[in-house]
T-cell receptor, first 115, second 111 residues
């Protein structure tokens, strides 16, 4: 069964450093998302992406964040200058076109630890 | 604004039935989702309701009342592996929109 994959599974970085989180969505999906979940808290939407551009973003997704689809398979989230409060689990999700489009399939997540 | 409420924790006995409630107040509504999340893992899709009524899928059923802004997830014949967090999430409008999640209900299944 096709699945969303994410790398790395765990990233440790120093405050102020840049990190890039990578995702490979399911191949025939057209809509991509990033969510984050701070330990013990709810899953929060960051950004959605369609047709090579951001379609929606939350208040959390400020200028330190960016997303990119550099090729036909990868979808990346970059955090330019990490802060302690960026420590969280980051989930990538994708959804197909058509009537089932609302169901989002989540990747296993990247646990980001900022020291 | 967006507000989704569900109980923080529940405990139930193996083999029993448990109902997890969710109430929502959102600016729009295009469907309600239930996801299961084991500790340290990704949410996995359980069910989707867009019309009022009950959707049954094996041991899991989900109910929706749009007029009351209310849903529940019913788990039957509980197994130890059902111990997990159950997340209620709402899609506010059609067209592949972001999901708004509740804080999740942590279910513990005991022998």
């Amino acid at each position: 069964e096709p699945e969303v994959t994410q790398t790395p599974s765990h990233q440790v970085t120093q405050m102020g450093q840049e990190v890039i989180l990578r995702c490979v969505p399911i191949s025939n999906h057209l809509y991509f998302y990033w969510y984050r979940q701070i330990l013990g808290q709810k899953v929060e939407f960051l950004v959605s992406f369609y047709n090579n551009e951001i379609s929606e973003k939350s208040e959390i997704f400020d200028d330190q964040f960016s997303v990119e689809r550099p090729d036909g398979s990868n979808f990346t989230l970059k955090i330019r200058s990490t802060k302690l409060e960026d420590s969280a689990m980051y989930f990538c999700a994708s959804s197909p076109p058509g009537p089932l489009g609302d169901e989002q399939f989540f990747g296993p997540g990247t646990r980001l630890t900022v020291l | 604004g967006q507000n989704i409420d569900q109980p923080t924790e529940m405990t139930a006995t193996e083999g029993a039935i448990v109902q997890i409630n969710c109430t929502y107040q959102t600016s729009g509504f295009n469907g309600l989702f239930w996801y299961q999340q084991h500790a340290g893992e990704a949410p996995t899709f359980l069910s989707y309701n867009v019309l009022d009524g009950l959707e049954e899928k094996g041991r899991f059923s989900s109910f929706l009342s749009r007029s009351k802004g209310y849903s529940y997830l019913l788990l039957k014949e509980l197994q130890m592996k059902d111990s997990a967090s159950y997340l209620c999430a709402v899609s506010s409008y059609s067209g592949n929109t972001p999901l708004v999640f509740g804080k999740g209900t942590r279910l513990s299944v005991i022998a």
